[in-house]
Nanobody
């Protein structure tokens, strides 16, 4: 089983990036999928959780700017990030698992992880 995260890079404030999370060895649409990020010196932060049903939750830091989508044919999940800010600088991770409702923001509830992709927002 492997999750391959990609699409990170450098972007100016106000810019956009789309991250990808391609899976092999599992079918992503059968799992709960989440995007987390971790900035230097900070704890890993959950951004978006999407259940296999499509029900989606957004952290306050992601609302209105980040969206998640899924391409079942490609077995890939995407994170579209718009209006990026300096504070969005972090390593971004995708994760898959079966968290229950109360643990959906707990990174330890996810079994499979991508390797992380760096996003740097600066002018």
């Amino acid at each position: 089983v492997q999750l391959q995260a990609s699409g990170g890079g450098w972007v100016q404030p106000g810019g956009s990036l789309r991250l990808s999370c391609a899976a092999s060895g599992l079918t992503l649409n059968s799992y709960g999928v989440a995007w987390f990020r971790q900035a230097p010196g900070k704890e890993r932060e959950g951004l978006i959780v999407r259940r296999s049903s499509g029900q989606t939750w957004y952290a306050d830091s992601a609302k209105g700017r980040f969206t998640v989508s899924r391409d079942n044919a490609e077995n890939t999940v995407y994170l579209q990030m718009n209006n990026l800010k300096d504070d969005d600088t972090a390593v971004y991770y995708c994760a898959a698992g079966f968290p229950i409702f109360s643990t959906r923001w707990d990174w330890q509830a996810y079994r499979y992880w991508g390797q992380g992709t760096q996003v740097t927002v600066s002018s």
